[in-house]
Structure formats: structure tokens, C-alpha cells
């Protein structure tokens, strides 16, 4: 075992024990990755969203799944400590975070699989649950001239952390989510077992994760489709609309520059120092049948003034997504995504447009509209009722089945951690 223990002057005996369940820990595992507490702890108490900030007792940098296993059923051994994976810390809400408990850096885990290879002809690729979608493109474009199918908008996010959303953009509407764009998974679950799940094998916990939110299991593994990567984008997808010619704006860039254009916002917002700023984004699925209702409401009424960043609206099908996963949609079968990515510093500005949020989102409700959150965080547990409707049974029953426990994705706010039988 490799550990990192930062040293703490404690106020309290509060503190102390704090150290001296760190040190407990440490003792009992073994292993090959490091255990960092303290003062060095900091990149886990926070996420892109800015939002919140939880200090967990430690942060685990795990070499790989059986490093994950470990912690998971030395969490298992106490009354109180949760697990939480945390990928490139993209969550919104705190999400990754885990209050006194455990924090697994996924991002240490992103060299462990790399593997190119063909069934029955078709081209596969195993990639880790740590790795960036980003360096999953670049390295599939340049090695095989291939690209997984189904991408997000932003590719900086871990390979796990958008499996256990769904995995959007603008091509889901052709090829579905990144949900429905992967074959198999290695998988730890809340009882610290690894395991290997598909469609055919171990199925309930494969479909479970995908979409589950870290409530079922941490994806150390994930086989993703591919398919040939086209060298250019525009061009060849003009070819294939019907529009008027004279509002036509064009502009050829490679595949990997297209995919990865949100890639240059980053930087740019990271020279004009607004990168860091609190994200008080909402992402939300919202039915055809109420788009109109939406639009008058939301659209022109209450964010007629922007929305401090840009909106992104696009469709999609919901006959593309499985319904076996852990995904909760809206009823009708086209819907859009409705993202309102918010750039703003902190202050007052912050809370206006967090009050803003629970605003829309309380509309949505109070109006009945055919909804989702996406990236959903909810407080109550009738919230989260509410969120999965029929769902919310087999939820619970894959919950009972996986993590009994509730040991895993504290941060999700959906169930509390229990004792040990």
C-alpha cells in the first residue's frame, strides 16, 4: 500500500477520530494506489458547478478495479462511510462528493484498457471508466481511423460518469445515447464485487448502471461500438438537407475539430478567467407535446434576458434509448434536450440563478408537463418518486440487489446509508 496521510493540527477530538478512521482504513487495505487525506483532499470537496463543496475523509487514487473493491468493503465493514467516484469533477450539485466519507479519483484508472478489436466484424474498443472521452476520440481517429458513435457535446467527462447518465449531444437523435452505444462492463458494485455485465450476462446490473447514477455499481470498464470516422463534417452533412441557400454559413473543420469544439470555449473562458465561476447549469428532457408551452413560458418570459452562457435545444427519440436502462424520460416519443449553461461569478448572481432553476423546474411540475431533469438532483425522496414514476420500484429493487447498503454516490441525495446487518 502506497499512503499519503496529510498531517492535521486538530482543534477537536472531532478532528482527531476523523484521522484516526483514515489511519483504521489504511491499515486494513492493501493497496497498489495511495490514500490522500487532509489539506489534500481539496480537489474532492468541489465539482465544475461550484456550488457546493463537501469535504470527504479521504481521497482514494485507486490503480484499478480490485483497489476499488477493497475500499468498498472496507466501507462496508464501518456503520457510516459511503463511496463516491468521482471522474473529471464535471458534476453540477456535488453529485462525486461524499461528506466524511470516501472519494475514488476515477482519472487514476484511465490507462488500464485500451483494446482494439473485432466480433463477428464488428470494431469494439475497451476503454476505462477513468478515461476522457476526448483521448478515447483522439487516440481511435489517429490509431484505426475509427470513432465511437455516440458522443457529448463536451468530451473533457469521464468515460463511467456519462454512462451513468446517458452520454448526449446532437447525434443522439441518429444513433441514441452513449447508453445505448455500449456492449459491455466491468463493474463494481456496493457489496465491493467485480463484475462483468452485458446485455446477455449479469444483465439486471448491466442496465441498472447505465443511466443509474452511481447507485448500482462504479464502471471500471465499458466496450464501446465504433464506427469509420469521416475526415471532414460539414460538407457532407449539407449534402444531405434541404435549406434555403443564401442563409447558408459554412465551415469545414476535421471530425476530431468538430467533436471537440467545445474544447476551444473551455479555453477561451479559461484566458478570460470565467472557467473556474460557479455553473449553475439545468439540463432537461422536455416532450414535443409541450415544447410550445415551454417556450412561452420559459424561453419568453422568464429567461428573456439570456441566461448568463450559451442554451443548447436539440430532439430526440425516445425509440433510440432502451428502456431497460436507469434512464427516466419523457412519456413522448420525440422530446428535446434543454440545456441552460450558465457562466457567472459568485455573489448574488449565483443564487438568482439557482432560484431561477427551481423556478422552471417548479413550473414544469406545477403545470404537469411530460419532463425530466437530466443530471437530475433532487433533496426529497418523493422528488426522486416523482423523477422515476414507474421506475422507481425496480430503482429500489436494483438498489437492494446491488448496494444494500447504500454505500455508494452519497451525493445523489437519493437514499441514506444504513447499518450493518
Known amino acids: 500500500m502506497i499512503a499519503c496521510l496529510g498531517r492535521i493540527v486538530h482543534d477537536n477530538d472531532a478532528e482527531s477520530k476523523l484521522d484516526d478512521d483514515v489511519s483504521s482504513i489504511s491499515k486494513s487495505l492493501d493497496l497498489q494506489g495511495s490514500i490522500e487525506s487532509g489539506c489534500v483532499t481539496g480537489l474532492a470537496s468541489k465539482d465544475f458547478g461550484g456550488l457546493y463543496s463537501v469535504k470527504p475523509l479521504a481521497l482514494i487514487k485507486p490503480s484499478g478495479a480490485e483497489d ?64 476522457l472521452w476526448e483521448d478515447v476520440l483522439t487516440r481511435c481517429v489517429s490509431l484505426f481511423g475509427l470513432a465511437p458513435r455516440s458522443w457529448t457535446d463536451y468530451l473533457s467527462l469521464t468515460v463511467g460518469g456519462t454512462l451513468s447518465n446517458a452520454g448526449v449531444s446532437g447525434q443522439t437523435f441518429r444513433h441514441g445515447p452513449q447508453t445505448s452505444n455500449v456492449t459491455e462492463l466491468d463493474v463494481v458494485t456496493g457489496k465491493g464485487e467485480i463484475t462483468v455485465c452485458s446485455e446477455s450476462q449479469n444483465s439486471e446490473l448491466f442496465f441498472g448502471v447505465l443511466g443509474g447514477l452511481g447507485q448500482f455499481g462504479i464502471i471500471t470498464r465499458a466496450r464501446i461500438k465504433l464506427q469509420p470516422a469521416p475526415d471532414m463534417t460539414v460538407s457532407r452533412l ?17 471530425y476530431v475539430e468538430f467533436l471537440l469544439r467545445v474544447k476551444r470555449a473551455e479555453e477561451q473562458a479559461k484566458a478570460n478567467c470565467i472557467w473556474d465561476s460557479p455553473h449553475p447549469w439545468l439540463n432537461l428532457f422536455v416532450s414535443k407535446s409541450d415544447i410550445v408551452d415551454f417556450d412561452r413560458t420559459v424561453f419568453k418570459r422568464m429567461v428573456k434576458n439570456g441566461v448568463g452562457g450559451p442554451m443548447l435545444i436539440y430532439p430526440l427519440l425516445r ?41 422552471i423546474v417548479n413550473w414544469c411540475i406545477k403545470e404537469g408537463l411530460d419532463f425530466k431533469l437530466y443530471l437530475p438532483h433532487y433533496q426529497s425522496k418523493e422528488d426522486w418518486k416523482r ?32 447499518h450493518q446487518s
Open 68 to 131: 476499488i473493491a477493497r475500499v468498498v468493503k472496507a466501507a462496508s465493514r464501518t456503520s457510516h462511510l459511503t463511496v463516491a467516484a468521482r471522474g473529471n469533477g464535471h458534476s453540477i450539485n456535488g453529485q462525486a462528493m461524499a461528506g466524511g466519507g470516501l472519494v475514488i479519483d476515477m482519472r487514476s484508472t484511465e490507462e488500464n484498457h485500451f483494446k482494439f478489436f473485432k466480433i463477428n466484424g464488428s470494431p469494439y474498443i475497451d476503454v476505462s471508466g477513468g478515461a
Open 238 to 254: 449539407l449534402r444531405r438537407l434541404a435549406f434555403v441557400g443564401r442563409v447558408k454559413f459554412q465551415a469545414d473543420v476535421s
Open 319 to 359: 425509440s433510440k434509448w432502451d428502456n431497460r436502462t436507469s434512464v427516466a424520460l419523457p412519456e413522448g416519443e420525440i422530446f428535446y434536450i434543454v440545456a441552460l449553461l450558465r457562466f457567472v461569478p459568485k455573489g448574488p448572481s449565483v443564487e438568482k440563478l439557482v432560484a431561477q432553476n427551481h423556478e
Open 387 to 418: 423523477h422515476f414514476g414507474n421506475q422507481w420500484t425496480r430503482f429500489v429493487e436494483r438498489k437492494a440487489c446491488f448496494d444494500p447498503m447504500a454505500i455508494l454516490a452519497p451525493g445523489q441525495k437519493i437514499f441514506k446509508r444504513t
